[in-house]
């Protein structure tokens, strides 16, 4: 059984589109998160939810538009895409989202934009 | 704000021999402190975190790591590597009473026969 699993696993697409991937737990944690690792394998939290409220925002463009339609779901929207996003896209979960719990990672999404 | 350094982007070892990985974080306040581990096309896995207490801290895949305040360090060590410890190693660090992690740049550890 996976338990954090992401969709599609590789995306590629033209600049100006716009592109959904979609995280799945099933492991009934309260917290879920996206993270974006760049070319340099710098990962960085990009949003957290618990129990579908959004926790964290970091300083990401408002065309990145995370969406939990419950707290097993982590939806991540990205309007209008550019160069500087193709990255790999990693949703994680965490039991309760306090900092030292462990975070389950899922496989990744690898985005190219063209 | 927290910062993690880790030193070396890239360590090549040989089968059966020890190795090191270093992170050295930047914080005002006490933290806590974690290695995770890529595989390759894989997510991130959580090796080992240290919270309070003992320094010494083992994770799995016989992996240990130790804190030292002083310093500001948090290095990853293992006796003896096999080929299956290829992969990316991350740490990461928290400020308590943060709600997020900060992760280093990662240091790929590449095993030779």
């Known amino acids: 059984d996976t338990a954090v699993s992401q969709t599609p696993k590789y995306l590629v697409t033209q600049m100006g589109n716009d592109k959904s991937i979609k995280c799945e737990q099933n492991l009934g944690h309260d917290t879920m998160y996206w993270y974006k690792q760049d070319s340099k394998k710098f990962l960085k939290i990009m949003f957290s939810?618990?129990?579908?409220?959004?926790?964290i925002n970091e300083t990401v463009p408002n065309r990145f538009s995370p969406k939990s339609p419950d707290k097993a779901h982590l939806n991540l929207h990205i309007n209008s895409l550019e160069l500087g996003d193709s990255a790999v896209y990693f949703c994680?979960?965490?039991?309760?989202?306090?900092?030292?719990?462990?975070?389950?990672f899922g496989p990744g999404t690898r985005l190219t934009v063209t | 704000a927290q910062s993690v350094t880790q030193l070396d982007s890239q360590v090549p070892v040989f089968e059966e021999a020890p190795v090191e990985l270093r992170c050295n974080y930047s914080s005002s306040v006490s933290v806590y402190l974690f290695w995770y581990v890529q595989y390759p096309n894989q997510g991130l896995q959580l090796l080992l975190k240290?919270?309070?207490?003992?320094?010494l801290v083992k994770g799995i895949n016989g992996f240990e790591a130790e804190f030292n305040k002083s310093q500001t360090s948090f290095h990853l060590r293992k006796p003896s590597v096999h080929i299956s410890d290829t992969a990316e190693y991350f740490c990461?660090?928290?400020?308590?009473?943060?709600?997020?992690?900060?992760f280093g740049q990662g240091t790929r550890l590449t095993i030779n026969p």
């Open positions: 939810y618990n129990n579908k409220e959004l926790i």
């Open positions: 994680a979960s965490s039991p309760t989202g306090n900092v030292f719990d462990e975070q389950y």
């Open positions: 240290y919270l309070s207490g003992s320094t």
């Open positions: 990461a660090v928290s400020d308590q009473g943060a709600q997020k992690l900060v």
